[in-house]
């Protein structure tokens, strides 16, 4: 078996040695052939590291056959970026090995435990999507407009199509009707208030 060793410390002043040290151990206990991949300095919430991209390049060549990891916080804080990568590898042919949570793929046990938290990750993400849900409900209901603002229509941009009707003109601009009746009112408005600061200044010069 080929394993691939992987250690990642969060700041650049911390050691990945004692990592090391256990795992080489271990791939050793198991006759297996270990290479290192690292990353220094790098939290483990970040999706794309140098040691962990270089890691599934060589699963992607087939070189490894087994990840050990020391903790599974050292592969990663995200809960579904861990499990996306874990299925990634899985279906690759690429064993796990955690040796803090004792998980190890290659037995009945450890799937069952990776299954486990794929399932604490799917119920995450629900809970995230009903937040979401919850919370644009209570928007909509509160008036409150959701999504980008429109860009406003310049002025010489909208007198480009002053002569068409509002269908035609969000079409050609590539805009939604609203935006262009909206524009229309708002331009209507600022003549209006422009005429009638002409009248007011001529009566009162």
């Known amino acids: 078996m080929r394993a691939a060793l992987y250690v990642r410390v969060s700041t650049v002043d911390q050691h990945t040695e004692n990592q090391h040290d256990e795992l080489r151990r271990y791939a050793q206990a198991r006759g297996w052939s270990a290479g290192l991949y690292e990353d220094k300095g790098i939290s483990g919430a970040k999706e794309r590291r140098v040691g962990l991209d270089s ?12 990840l050990v990891v020391w903790r599974l916080d050292r592969l990663g804080r ?16 690429v064993a796990f090995v955690s040796l803090g949570e004792g998980i190890d793929t290659s037995t009945p046990a450890g799937r069952l435990q990776l299954h486990v938290l794929g399932a604490i990750a799917e119920f995450e993400r629900e809970r995230i999507r009903e ?31 002053a002569g068409l009707s509002v269908r035609e003109a969000a079409r050609q601009l590539g805009v939604s009707k609203s935006v262009v009746w909206a524009a229309r009112q708002a331009s209507e408005k600022a003549t209006q208030a422009r005429e009638a600061d002409a009248a007011s200044s001529g009566l009162n010069p």
Do not use: F, M
């Not at 992607?60 to 056959?65: H, L, P, S």
């Open 55 to 66: 890691l599934v390049r060589a699963a992607k060549r087939r070189e490894i056959d087994v």
């Open 131 to 161: 937040r979401v849900r919850a919370g644009l409900a209570r928007a909509r209901k509160e008036g409150k407009r959701l999504g980008r603002p429109p860009k406003p229509i310049a002025p010489e941009t909208l007198a480009t199509v």
């Open 78 to 93: 995200n809960l579904r970026h861990l499990i996306l990568l874990l299925d990634e590898l899985a279906a690759l042919g």
